[in-house]
Structure formats: structure tokens, C-alpha cells
């Protein structure tokens, strides 16, 4: 084998309030929450209804990803996310050494995912589909009167 892949696909919700905290080295924004994953199914034995839940602890460093989560994402929101898994080793108060692994989604090779449905009250706050319906059409008179004005010399393009 020619070398290795370290990629998670996760789907799951938001099991707290995404944490936004700014780094000590750089200042930049990071953004940190747990995403809930669950399986269920049937006892073979018994017929009863089993339901397992898995957390993990999502690292953001992202600046745009950390932008869309500090607008829209809340506890309860459910995601589709791709990044990579990390351990990291840390002391705690006592001076033990411990180990924890996360979903760290960076600038290059991460994808987050907003599945929540638009209409429901728990969707993405303050979102107002005519709003930007108006935004977007906006956008494209301004285009069109800008092309209009500006006549472009295919020697002018920078491509």
C-alpha cells in the first residue's frame, strides 16, 4: 500500500451548544461541540427494543466552517460531517496524562453539512427564504447593470 487515509463521515446531532473559543497562538476562531450518533435494533432473544448512542467530540478550526456553525448550528441540529480523526495527549488538574480523540475538520479535506430542514422551528434561526430570495435577485440586477456599464476588452480578462 502506497499510504494511508484518515477520513470520519459522521451523521448525528448536536448533543450541546457549539463552544466558540479563540486560539492563544494564532487568534483565530475554533469551534468545539459533541455530535450524538445512535443505532437501534430489535433483541433477537428477547423482541425488546435496543438503542446504543455514541458521542464524539468535533474540533472546528475552519475559519468559514466556524462561521456557519456560529450562525446556524444549536444543540439538537442535525449534521453530515467529513474530517479526520486526532488523538491528542493533555494533563489533567492532578498532573495525569490523558488521551482524547476527536473529529478535527480543517481548512482543506473537511465538509460540514447542515441537515436540518429549513421550515421546522428548529432549523437554521433568523433565516428568512424571501429575504434571500430578494438578496439573490438583488445580486443579479447589480450584475447585470455592471455588465452593462463596463465594456471588457478580452485582453483585460486575467485568465
Do not use: C
Not at 83 to 95: F, N, P, S, V, W
Amino acid at each position: 500500500m502506497a499510504g494511508s487515509v484518515n477520513k470520519v463521515i459522521i451523521v448525528g446531532n448536536v448533543g450541546n451548544q457549539p463552544e466558540i473559543r479563540v486560539t492563544q497562538a494564532s487568534g483565530e476562531e475554533l469551534a468545539t461541540f459533541s455530535l450524538a450518533t445512535s443505532e437501534r435494533w430489535k433483541d433477537k432473544s428477547t423482541g425488546e427494543q435496543k438503542e446504543k448512542t455514541d458521542w464524539h467530540k468535533v474540533v472546528v478550526f475552519a475559519p468559514g466552517l466556524v462561521r456557519v456553525i456560529k450562525e446556524y448550528v444549536h444543540k439538537g441540529s442535525k449534521l453530515y460531517i467529513e474530517g479526520k480523526l486526532q488523538t491528542r495527549e493533555y494533563q489533567d488538574e492532578a498532573g495525569i496524562k490523558k488521551y482524547t480523540t476527536e473529529v478535527v475538520l480543517t481548512s482543506y479535506s473537511s465538509t460540514l453539512v447542515l441537515l436540518d430542514n429549513k421550515n421546522d422551528t428548529g432549523g437554521f434561526p433568523g433565516f428568512n427564504k424571501e429575504k434571500t430570495d430578494s438578496l439573490r435577485y438583488d445580486q443579479k440586477k447589480e450584475l447585470e447593470n455592471n455588465s452593462q456599464e463596463e465594456d471588457i476588452n478580452s485582453d483585460e480578462i486575467p485568465f
